[in-house]
């Protein structure tokens, strides 16, 4: 190492964990005392916390991010023949869960602000097939979706699905991500904003009959012992992971303010680096998921962070309509220019409550050099 004493991780977790090591050991310690890994107690508080702090009716603590989608289309029975519309711009998980499902993914592009679902251009993609529309909250913050909502609803009652992974824990006109639809869904992969020590997810809705569903679902389609109404998966939380998830959200509206506050002064830091900083849509708040700024050096930049030890990536840099695996839908180059810009010129910072002023300031002072 060079200037540098120590490197600076994409994601610190290693911060966070010495703040509430205490409270994890002695949770998880709880769990090996009782002995009900799987559905236990755990489980039990941290959908009733979860449910408090989104304001919602229902919470089913699952497996990942990713189970929690397919339960969701799996509880509105969408199937072959059917199509869902969702973005190219996002992870797999978004669009995947649909072809396996059986059913027919649409993209619409995103909007050139926030990089999010493009409202209007959803309503130009529905058609009788249209059994879901899929937003994903890309880098942290919510898809307009008071605009996506009245839509769906305006178009035929047409259930929203809010892919919340990137987005929890951010509001919408002050409302909380993941509570802004007919069914919410996140993530508890360890580098999300809210993030266990493994793979998990919850599903959150304010319909009784729907979550009865996806309760089932997440238990092999099990209404009662030996009575199986509906197909079903492995989807369950375990208890470990849920008591990671309960000791995190102890700390993480502190983190969030954290993550803004780091968001605040790397756009002190760049001001002047000749890039184009992340912005946050009127009536939005941001948890920061990432901090992605946009280039057309973005090699260069890369470059010369990876010679100062400052990690970087460019997310979804093959945005989906061209993946290989999408390719029956008959996309091409230039089918979604703005999704296709930012997969272009994005370049993710190093992002977490915990990084440092210096790290910052290194940071920028190498990307001013260019
Ligand atoms: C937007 C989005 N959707 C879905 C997922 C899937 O979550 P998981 O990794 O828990 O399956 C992720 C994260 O990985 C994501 O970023």
Do not use: C
């Amino acid at each position: 190492m060079t200037e540098v004493d120590r490197l600076m991780d994409f994601i610190d977790l290693k911060a966070q964990q010495a703040r509430i090591r205490n409270d994890i050991d002695r949770r998880i310690a709880a769990v090996l005392d009782h002995g009900l890994y799987i559905m236990g107690p755990e489980l039990v508080e941290l959908e009733s916390l979860l449910a408090d702090y989104v304001g919602s009716r229902h919470v089913i603590g699952v497996s990942s991010g990713t189970d929690s989608l397919l339960m969701a289309l799996m509880a509105l029975e969408i199937g072959p023949g059917d199509e869902v519309i969702t973005v190219p711009y996002t992870w797999i998980s978004t669009a995947e869960v649909i072809g396996l499902v059986g059913a027919t993914p649409v993209f619409v592009d995103i909007d050139p602000v926030i990089w999010n679902m493009d409202p209007e251009l959803v309503r130009a993609s529905i058609t009788e097939k249209t059994k879901a529309i899929m937003p994903v909250g890309i880098y942290g913050q919510t898809s307009d979706m008071a605009a996506i909502n009245r839509i769906a609803k305006e178009m035929g009652d047409i259930p929203v699905i809010e892919d919340a992974a990137q987005s929890f824990g951010a509001t919408h006109h002050g409302k909380r991500s993941g509570g802004l639809a007919t069914i919410g869904s996140t993530s508890f992969f360890p580098s999300k904003p809210l993030g266990g020590y493994g793979d998990g997810g919850a599903i959150f809705t304010d319909d009784d009959e729907l979550a009865e569903r996806m309760r089932w679902i997440r238990l092999h389609g099990q209404e009662k012992r030996d009575h199986h109404p509906v197909l079903g998966i492995n989807g369950r939380l375990d208890s470990i992971q849920a008591a990671v998830v309960i000791a995190k959200m102890a700390i993480f509206d502190e983190e969030i303010v954290m993550r803004q506050r780091v968001a605040e002064r790397y756009s002190e830091v760049l001001a002047n680096a000749g890039v184009e900083l992340p912005k946050v849509a009127e009536g939005n708040t941001s948890v920061y998921a990432q901090y992605t700024i946009l280039s057309e050096n973005r090699d260069q930049i890369q470059a010369v962070l990876s010679q100062a030890e400052i990690p970087s990536v460019k997310y979804y840099s093959v945005p989906l309509h061209l993946q290989p695996v999408f390719s029956n839908l008959g996309h091409r180059e230039g089918d979604f220019p703005m999704t296709e810009k930012i997969a272009s010129l994005g370049l993710s910072l190093p992002m977490s409550p915990y990084v440092s002023w210096e790290d910052q300031e290194r940071l920028g002072a190498a990307i001013s050099r260019l």
